[in-house]
């Protein structure tokens, strides 16, 4: 947490210059569109010699689980802030809904299951305004809230611990996209990709870990 906190007051002190050239405050809400992707499953251990040895295998993984092509709707609404005018510093505060979705094999049967984790997003993005269309690109951070349990239930069988013990409190991640700013209102299309594993699924022999791609479509209304 502290970790995560310096790093938002880091990216926050430029407002203080960009402030000078303009500021506004506005809310905003939409629509994530996400998917669910896995890692390679890491094995450790020891070789002949008593020396540890790290390894790709996880075969049980690859047979039983995988990830979905479909994408997942949530939603995110909040509020921003923007300093600055041609040249702009854009930080967020976003209550976000994610989901992603995979396949896992049981008893001969194949079952799709759905995850879905709910945070607070911070984005701060550096941009470039021309006219009315926007460019910007730049950190984000998540602080998670909750989650539904259901990839720690699917993999259960595999796995020890718990998907709470999994999930990460706080994951980084970057945004870049561009927007439209029509009088009051603007409208945003993101790319969203992680620096950090959202999760990570662990048993006596190694782990692999997931992560969320995202694109997000929002409607901003600026208040002043």
């Given amino acids: 947490m502290k970790k995560s906190l310096f790093f938002i007051a880091l990216t926050l002190l ?3 210059t960009f402030a000078q050239g303009g500021f506004q405050i506005g809310i905003k ?3 994530n569109l996400s998917k669910l992707t896995f890692g390679d499953f890491v094995t450790t251990g020891t070789n002949s010699n008593g020396s540890p040895q790290v390894g790709v295998d996880g075969q049980t993984f690859r047979d039983n689980l995988k990830a979905s092509l479909d994408s997942k709707t949530g939603t995110s609404f909040g509020i921003y802030m923007r300093f600055g005018k041609n040249l702009f510093l854009q930080p967020e505060l976003l209550y976000s809904t994610k989901a992603g979705s995979f396949e896992v094999v049981r ?3 194949t ?3 759905t995850v879905k984790t709910t945070s607070f997003d911070v984005p701060v993005l550096l941009g470039i305004k021309g006219g009315p269309i926007r460019v910007m690109a730049g950190p984000i951070v998540s602080f998670r809230i909750n989650d539904n349990q259901s990839l720690g239930d699917a993999v259960r069988q595999y796995t020890n611990g718990s998907l709470n013990d999994a999930w990460s ?3 980084y991640g970057y945004q870049v996209g561009g927007g439209l700013d029509l ?6 299309v993101r790319y969203e990709g992680n620096l950090t594993d959202v999760a990570q699924i662990q048993n ?3 782990k692999f870990n997931q992560r969320l791609k995202s694109w997000q ?3 901003a209304y600026r208040l002043f």
């Fill in 183 to 188: 009088g009051s209102f603007g409208l945003d």
């Fill in 204 to 206: 006596d022999y190694g």
């Fill in 111 to 113: 079952e799709s299951v």
């Fill in 169 to 171: 409190q706080a994951y």
């Fill in 14 to 16: 430029p407002a203080l």
């Fill in 29 to 31: 809400g939409g629509v």
């Fill in 217 to 219: 479509i929002t409607l």
């Fill in 107 to 109: 008893n001969g049967v």
